[in-house]
């Protein structure tokens, strides 16, 4: 019996790990659409690195490389997708696991001068620690599988802001912000 409650313990662990790492993902994802730097910071371990194209160097660093970048194209919002999730958490180091994380990222930039969106399909690869209790990102690279650059044509006008929906907004203008302040 006493052999059965350890074997359900792990088991309980190792599925909280995997939440816990899940959910860090998906505050990056969020963190970079709304540009909020204290998101983003949160989702690296101390010392924590990410190699993300050109840049290569401490995540704290890159959330302000992202952030700054928002702001040439505010009014535009980008959506950050996380699809496939494969964990493993190292059996040696309970401390330690890594990840293949696939997303798809509609990508507002002024990379030629006016606002354009792109989008890029890939992977990121993670390693990750736990400090403190809390999982972070130790080291990241970010895998281009494949990317397009700026979508032509008219907005759908019926499915916009114009057409009745609330619109997506950068920074603590968005309105999940104010959601998730009030939980009447």
């Known amino acids: 019996m006493q052999n059965e409650i350890e ?12 939440e816990e790492i899940r959910q860090l993902l998906y505050r990056y994802a969020r963190g970079v659409d709304r540009a909020d730097f204290d998101i983003l910071r949160s989702v690296y371990a101390e010392g924590g690195t990410d ?8 995540g704290e660093d890159f959330a302000g490389v992202v952030v700054d970048g928002a702001r040439k194209v505010w009014d535009w919002v980008g959506n950050h997708h996380i699809t496939n999730i494969l964990i493993e958490l190292d059996d040696a180091d ?3 696991a890594n990840a293949e994380v696939y997303f798809i990222a509609f990508h507002p930039h002024a990379d030629n001068g006016s606002p354009e969106m792109g ?9 990750l620690a736990r400090q403190d ?26 499915t916009s802001e114009r057409g009745g ?3 997506g907004r950068r920074g603590h ?8 302040e009030h939980r009447d």
């Open 7 to 18: 074997s359900l313990r792990q088991e309980l662990r190792r599925l909280r790990d995997h």
């Open 51 to 58: 190699r993300h194209g050109l840049f290569d160097g401490p």
């Open 94 to 96: 309970s401390d330690r």
């Open 119 to 127: 989008i890029i399909s890939g992977r990121y690869l993670d390693h």
């Open 133 to 158: 209790g809390r999982w972070g990102i130790a080291r990241r690279v970010v895998i281009s599988d494949w990317t397009r650059n700026h979508f032509g044509g008219p907005e759908w006008e019926r």
């Open 165 to 167: 929906f609330v619109g």
């Open 173 to 180: 203008g968005d309105m999940s912000y104010e959601f998730f």
